[in-house]
DNA sequence: CCTTTATCTAACGTTTACGATAGATACAAT
DNA sequence: ATTGTATCTATCGTAAACGTTAGATAAAGG
């Protein structure tokens, strides 16, 4: 299955980083390549999945110290039942984090959405959303939703 | 409407951050605050909400940077039709950002879903998934769901 | 008014996550 | 065999995002 292997350029290349980023996330043990007998860095597309999901972490706000915890749970759950707990315990935060990430995600884009509308139509005007001038802008238009320009007024 | 006002320890206190972050941000030109004569700073509803909102965005991998592009657009939409033009860019740019973060987490979120149904039942044999040994492991019962088991085992 | 506590500015220190470079070695193609 | 290109280790440098500390001032309570 997984006969083909890949340098760590090409890793590189396709998962849009940098050889010196996959390098340094080995040193800091999330990832371990196998070698060839001169000691150039041989990836699986297993490797390069796994490397994947850890790019996608790191892009998300978690530290490599968190996505370590996360990543590397073998040897924590190979140590019988108590193991196995600790790693469920770890999975557990992990997916509430992502979860509290996700809905703040979403909260931020509908409020943005929203000030999106109301700018594509200002021409301009230099006021607040709560001054006085302008009064055919369409952001004083819309005070009702001026809680999601809170972001983008001042 | 906002007359109640909030020094900075509080705002630190009630967002979950620190005072220095707060001032940073201030520094970096992402958000300004009222002062009293005596120069202490005051912060209304509508400041915290806002802050709140940048503490999300950089949570979320977000640079102080890009955040400072989506928060201080009010400039460059005063300067008319092609200020707007700008910022409306701007926002679509973010929200397709945070639609992406949105994608991956969702993936992220079932692929530990599956790997921690699987590793709540392991009893502790310490064999990667595709070993031979240890053929009572949930997981190794469980090959068909592999994949998401990538970032799990090596 | 006095005292305690919070806030101020300004400066330097620290951590994380890499970038850049040097010099040597390995690999791929001719 | 040679030659160009990629990779190796090792080290030093750096930018972002704060932490920490010092010394002075402001605010709040009694």
Redesign the interface.
């Known amino acids: 299955m997984s006969l083909k292997y890949f340098k760590i350029g090409d890793v590189a290349e396709t998962l849009n980083t940098t050889v010196r980023t996959i390098r340094y996330y080995e040193e800091e043990g999330l ?2 390549p196998h070698r060839t007998d001169g000691g150039t860095r041989l990836y699986s597309e ?1 490797h390069v ?2 490397l994947k ?2 790019l ?6 978690f530290s490599l110290d968190v996505i370590g915890l ?6 924590a ?5 108590e ?2 707990k600790k ?2 315990e770890v ?2 935060n ?2 509430s984090e ?2 509290e ?2 809905n ?6 509908s ?3 929203i ?2 509308k109301l ?2 139509k ?5 006021n ?1 959303p709560s001054s006085k001038g302008c009064p055919e802008c369409p952001v004083n238009q819309n005070l009702g939703e001026i ?1 999601a320009l ?5």
């Open positions: 990832l371990l297993h999945d796994r999901a850890i996608q972490l790191a892009e998300n706000g996360i990543a590397n749970t073998r040897e759950c190979s140590t019988g039942d193991g196995s790693v469920t999975i557990d992990a997916i992502i979860d990430k996700i703040d995600l979403n909260t931020l884009r409020d943005l959405t000030s999106r700018v594509a200002c021409k301009g005007c230099s607040k809680e809170n972001l983008i007024w001042e």
